[in-house]
């Protein structure tokens, strides 16, 4: 999987790339439901839930208990490890550029 070229895509290419960036900056730091990243981003729970279907989607992100209310959601471990390998200089990710 190339992973710099779909999260190029998920967060810089299409419209919901600010809000899924700021997901992933939450979910780096710790795994978190839906219900929670609404609360901590101050955003509407639907909104939240479409963002984390195409986090889903192009395998960026995962659940735990999926389906189920309190689903909590993770980065996947290959793609934390892709992220930590490739730090600009500032120790900057790819996520938290912006």
């Known amino acids: 999987m190339n992973h710099k070229y779909i999260l190029q895509y998920v967060l810089e290419a299409t ?3 600010p809000t899924r960036r700021r997901i992933m900056d939450v979910l780096l ?12 981003l101050k955003m509407d ?15 960026i992100i995962s659940a735990v208990n999926k389906g189920s209310y309190g689903a909590m ?3 996947h ?3 934390r490890q892709f ?3 490739n730090r600009d200089e500032s ?3 790819l996520i938290n550029k912006k």
């Open 83 to 85: 992220l930590e390998i």
């Open 73 to 75: 959601y993770f980065v």
């Open 45 to 59: 729970y639907k909104t939240i839930q479409h963002n984390i279907a195409v986090l889903e989607k192009n395998k």
């Open 15 to 17: 419209r919901g790339g």
């Open 29 to 40: 730091e710790t795994p978190s439901n839906a219900n929670k990243l609404a609360q901590v």
């Open 77 to 79: 471990d290959e793609l």
């Open 91 to 93: 120790g900057k990710t």
